[in-house]
């Protein structure tokens, strides 16, 4: 599966931004799909899971309430809207698939995007 990840920005505290992941080279229906992210010095975190249907879904607790996941199946894409975003949520974001149907919970996935910097100013 390849993963191109884009919609990453600056923006200023209380902001938002969409996410977006395009997939291919495989089904995508076979795979539940994440969001992670990486701030500098820190190691990477578990943002957000959808299983294949998109009707399941996880988040982290920093993020619940302000994130949220969503695919499109036909389009074979999977968006993460993160509003009211708070400086500490600057990072690298990542979009990663793992084979499956199930929902993919801060687990080791099989595939990543490149990721999207998304840079929050106090």
């Known amino acids: 599966v390849q993963l191109q990840a884009s919609g990453g920005g600056l923006v200023q505290a209380g902001g938002s931004l969409r996410l977006s992941c395009a997939a291919s080279g495989q089904t995508f229906t076979d795979y539940g799909m994440g969001w992670f992210r990486q701030a500098p010095g820190k190691e990477r975190e578990a943002v957000a899971a959808?299983?294949?249907?998109?009707?399941?879904?996880a988040y982290a607790g920093s993020v619940k309430g302000r994130f949220t996941i969503s695919r499109d199946n036909l389009k074979n894409t999977v968006s993460l809207q993160v509003n009211s975003l708070k400086p500490e949520d600057t990072a690298v974001y990542y979009c990663?698939?793992?084979?499956?149907?199930?929902?993919?919970?801060?687990?080791?996935?099989?595939?990543w995007g490149q990721g999207t910097l998304v840079t929050v100013s106090s």
């Open positions: 959808v299983n294949w249907s998109g009707r399941s879904t």
């Open positions: 990663a698939a793992h084979y499956g149907r199930g929902l993919y919970n801060n687990v080791e996935y099989d595939y």
